[in-house]
DNA sequence: TTGAAAGCGCTAACAA
DNA sequence: TTGTTAGCGCTTTCAA
């Protein structure tokens, strides 16, 4: 019994009797046998591996993780997770990944400069999940976040709202997308004097500490959409505490549709991002540069969907 | 110029000369070479590679992965993340590790039977963090839960309450110690005709669950310990929707210390695991399997600690 | 200080 | 259907 024999069993491959098959397949269970992926990928040299960049604290990176997995099972891949924490950077994820021969790499919400995910991508396929990215050998699958704002404003304008402020994500991801499209529905609204731009952040404390700024403002806004939910259940809190009754005297709505906010307790109203179609989209959009399939368009641009729950309604009188 | 001149540079071993680590170096950095870590381990038979299993929605996970790369950094091991989600279960996580040659596991709350865990351990070193485990080849790494609770009741107690209830974990890893710390605490105190046990769970809308059972009851509890901060979250909610003032109507702790309890406007007395030493500790102890250091305890326990915020004070009168 | 050669566990091409 | 052989990119003797 040769080890190329014992290789096409293990492989499934074709050309192997069946009592081959069956003592090769007894023996490897006796001795808990395990195929070494290493030395099988070394063998090979496709790795089918794709690595993938998360942060370990945000809830949505979760979810995009989540859908990868499903998404690479699909097509027949592998995930290396690489995280980034607060001790770990992200070019210090990236660089474990490049070790251990991913094909390509997917980044989800990645910081660093554009310039310098291009030069990964000088080497082989970089996706880029959640941001934008201008640059013509970067992939980009990402919810159209103007188009989510837009649609945020728009809902609260037919409600009748004029006073429309926006807590943003400062320097993260997506926020000047998303602060782009509250501008220009305000704009499009002929509400450009009743902009307002609150600088806010990714947690739940950057949403209190601008909830607090925002009702010193004289009058107060009577909506405000927030960068992602947790920001604003940050705004949602200090609103509560001051007094002021959601959706009754102030309506807000978040961005991200997290389990957060579909917690029955909190209802928030929020702009939902299709994390499904995002995580096949890059999925898909790896394997075919991998596979050296025709690739048209650059930038995947997802619609996101608002959707309506409890913390909006009509301004107060 | 050998390959294996090449390899003493890259690697930066000594017995090569300064001019010919000048000329590797940059050859090296020309090419854009990269070390291959797979045909590195494939040839030295160690991996250094410590397999982690973890739960993407889990906060605390996070927090836990965050202390792990840091652990493993400092004994000079690599981290392999593999996620568990809705669509991949624990053993299938645990199952790509093996394949990878991680030289030991180390499993954040897994859910798995203590017997299928003590298969892998048969086979290397297996760390299970954050919950407890009896068999004599699984090391275990976690906090005093039921300790935790009983400083939990004892604040409590201290206060003045006496109507004490806890909201449970069901069936999570850790939920049975807790139980456990919180009845005898309650009996310590003399207080077992109080005691009373809800079904919770890990999120906030099985503490929302929980606590509208709890407002049924009558009299309601002055106090309730929760299983977790996200659970103690839902909990707060609905007592804050009832009409409850927390802590003048109602005291409440959760657990983990969580970012989520520090809010500055959630402020929630909690009771925090030291995720520093759990991690530090998880590592090497793998890491003194894996170097054949003697061992003496099989199964670390770490102190909790409470941290008392705003969601606790005297019952009303 | 350098190089030649063997081999880690596997796959793939080919021969038997 | 099975076995032989070569080699993936690296490390590790051992000799030059």
Redesign the pocket.
């Known amino acids: 019994?040769?080890?190329?024999?014992?290789?096409?069993v293990?492989?499934d491959?074709?050309?192997?009797?069946?009592?081959?098959?069956r003592r090769v397949l007894q023996a490897a269970d006796e001795l808990g046998?395990?195929?070494?992926t290493r030395?099988?990928l070394?063998?090979?040299?496709r790795s089918r591996l794709l690595g993938v960049v998360f942060g370990v604290q945000h809830a949505f990176h979760g979810d995009l993780v989540s859908g990868l997995y499903t998404a690479a099972d699909e097509v027949g891949y592998e995930l290396a997770l690489s995280a980034v924490t607060p001790g770990r950077h992200e070019r210090r994820a990236v660089a474990s990944l490049l070790q251990d021969r991913c094909e390509a790499l997917i980044l989800l919400g990645p910081h660093a400069p554009t310039s310098y995910l291009a030069g990964i991508a000088a080497h082989q396929p970089v996706v880029v999940v959640a941001r934008a990215a201008r640059h013509r050998d970067l992939d980009v699958v990402r919810t159209d976040d103007a188009e989510g704002l837009r649609q945020a404003v728009d809902h609260l304008v037919t409600r009748g709202h004029r006073r429309i402020a926006h807590i943003d994500g400062g320097r993260a991801p997506g926020a000047a997308e998303r602060r782009r499209g509250y501008r220009e529905a305000m704009r499009r609204h002929g509400l450009d004097t009743e902009t307002r731009v609150l600088t806010g952040g990714l947690t739940e404390d950057d949403g209190a500490t601008a909830a607090r700024a925002l009702l010193d403002a004289n009058p107060p806004p009577t909506a405000v959409t927030v960068f992602n939910d947790r920001c604003a259940l940050g705004v949602l809190d200090v609103l509560h505490r001051a007094g002021l009754s959601v959706p009754d005297d102030i309506s807000v709505i978040g961005y991200d549709d997290s389990r957060l906010a579909r917690l029955s307790t909190i209802n928030l109203t929020t702009i939902a991002q299709d994390t499904e179609q995002i995580t096949t989209l890059a999925v898909s959009r790896a394997a075919d540069r991998l596979g050296h399939s025709p690739v048209t368009q650059r930038e995947l641009v997802i619609p996101p969907r608002l959707v309506v729950r409890a913390t909006t309604a009509a301004p107060p009188p």
Chains 1, 2 share one sequence.
């Open positions: 019994m040769s080890v190329a024999l014992v290789s096409i293990i492989r491959a074709p050309g192997a009797s069946a009592e081959s098959r046998y395990r195929p070494d030395a099988r070394l063998r090979s040299s």
